[in-house]
């Protein structure tokens, strides 16, 4: 099987990678870029623990090819904080608990990031919707929910 | 698994014609790797549309009319103000299916080529009267979208042909579209029904309906009788009942685990009346 050079940019670094054609985004970032902060919970697209941007766009890298990044985009878990610096939505997950096992917790984070940043101040019900492919199997919605509308108002300043 | 990725259709044709193993074409991926996963499918030729300059864009027609590239995904559907103001049923259709992260990469095309009965986004193509463009190694041609889907997983394209892009006609004055289905949960299921419902007014009368349903039958049904009930009518609850028992009347659902015939059978109908007070609002505004 002939590997594929593919070239991208991951939270702001130029990356290069040979991939499988087989193998996905999601393979790609956590066995050759060493990017384990995604992670795969079904590999079907179901449960958005593999969430990261793509060309500023939130998708499931599981369901994307590896090849399919050439050119691309690519903003990850591990672009989230500034240095030592987190980011609020990630403090603010500390604060509130709002994490058990932690394994779907990158997910919500990035999923978090990308719906603040398409809408600064939203409601509770647009919250749980736009997360709704985001599954957490410890159950701690309500204090996932709490801290991004926490987050949301610090970061538009009204905390 | 060979993966190519085509500049034309043209190309991804011949990439086609030439392989002698299966096959597969992808676009937002979120049906084709998932079947790859689950070893439903190992293709031994992959082709990627994505890189075919014109696939992610959405296009005024000179008529009015929209052409929507078979790339675009649902949240860049959803993000089009202006076909959102013409097409609001189609578009809530298609924001329908799958999660936000799915919506970043599902398109219009993926889902109607998957070919389920209960594919979100079919009904209201179906109602708007929506076209697509096929093109395959003998030419091309038009099919309206109810042609599409013959059975569930199956479609009318012949093996080398390509869907190129989804048209929907100009929209004009006084008309408006919605889409319902009856889920369970909130979000984030499959439909255990659908309908559609796009109507154009005159004053207060109906002068054209389409009427689709899904998750039905083995395909996404066009009814003529659910139109037939409501042309002419102001849409008063005469009309909204004759339009309820037509829906009930073309609904030929098998029971499964997502809900019993009957029920689907009564749902058609309240779904029917519901999206047509939806797409008569729109009409008025």
């Known amino acids: ?159 | 698994m060979r993966y190519h990725a085509p500049a034309t259709f043209d190309e991804a044709i011949a990439i086609a014609a030439g392989a002698s193993g299966v096959t597969r074409y992808l676009a937002g991926g979120t049906d084709v790797l998932v079947q790859l996963r689950a070893g439903m499918v190992t293709p031994d030729d992959l082709i990627d549309l994505k890189k075919i300059p014109g696939t992610h864009d959405i296009t005024r027609l000179p008529d009015g009319g929209w052409r929507i590239g078979i790339a675009v995904s649902g949240a860049e559907l959803g993000a089009h103000a202006e076909l959102v103001a013409d097409w609001p049923g189609v578009v809530e259709g298609m924001e329908l299916v799958g999660s936000t992260q799915v919506q970043g990469r599902a398109t219009l095309t993926g889902n109607l080529c998957n070919g389920s009965p209960a594919a979100d986004s079919v009904p209201g193509l179906v109602a708007a009267g929506a076209t697509v463009t096929i093109q395959g190694p003998n030419g091309t041609r038009e099919l309206p979208v109810e042609q599409v889907p013959v059975k569930p997983g199956k479609t009318a394209l012949e093996p080398g042909e390509i869907i190129t892009a989804i048209t929907l006609p100009a929209r004009g004055k006084s008309a408006g579209d919605a889409y319902l289905r009856f889920i369970p949960r909130t979000e984030m299921d499959i439909a255990v029904v659908g309908c559609a419902v796009s109507l154009v007014l005159d004053g207060d009368k109906v002068t054209a309906a389409r009427i689709s349903l899904g998750a039905v039958a083995p395909t996404v049904l066009l009814v003529q009788d659910c139109a037939d009930a409501i042309i002419g009518t102001t849409l008063d609850d005469a009309a909204l009942d004759k339009l309820a028992a037509a829906a009930s009347a073309a609904a030929k659902p098998i029971s499964d685990k997502r809900g019993p015939k009957e029920f689907r059978v009564d749902v058609a109908g309240v779904l029917a009346r519901r999206a047509a007070k939806i797409a008569y609002e729109r009409a008025k505004a």
């Open chain 1, 1 to 159: 099987m002939s590997k594929i050079h593919v070239q991208a940019t991951v939270n702001g670094d130029s990356v290069e990678f040979l991939a499988d054609p087989r193998e996905t985004l999601l393979d790609c970032l956590r066995d050759h870029l060493d990017l384990t902060g995604a992670k795969e919970g079904c590999g079907t697209g179901d449960c958005g623990a593999c969430s990261v941007m793509l060309n500023g766009r939130l998708v499931s890298s599981c369901l994307v090819l590896g090849v399919e990044a050439e050119g691309a985009e690519i903003s990850t878990i591990e672009g989230m904080a500034d240095g030592n610096e987190l980011h609020p939505l990630q403090r603010k997950f500390i604060e509130h608990a709002a994490l058990q096992c932690g394994f779907c917790t990158p997910g919500f984070l990035v999923a978090a990031k990308a719906l603040l940043e398409k809408n600064p101040d939203p409601s509770e019900s647009e919250i749980r919707f736009w997360l709704a492919g985001n599954l957490c199997r410890c159950t701690g919605y309500d204090k996932i929910v709490r801290a991004v509308q926490d987050a949301a108002a610090e970061m538009r300043g009204a905390a």
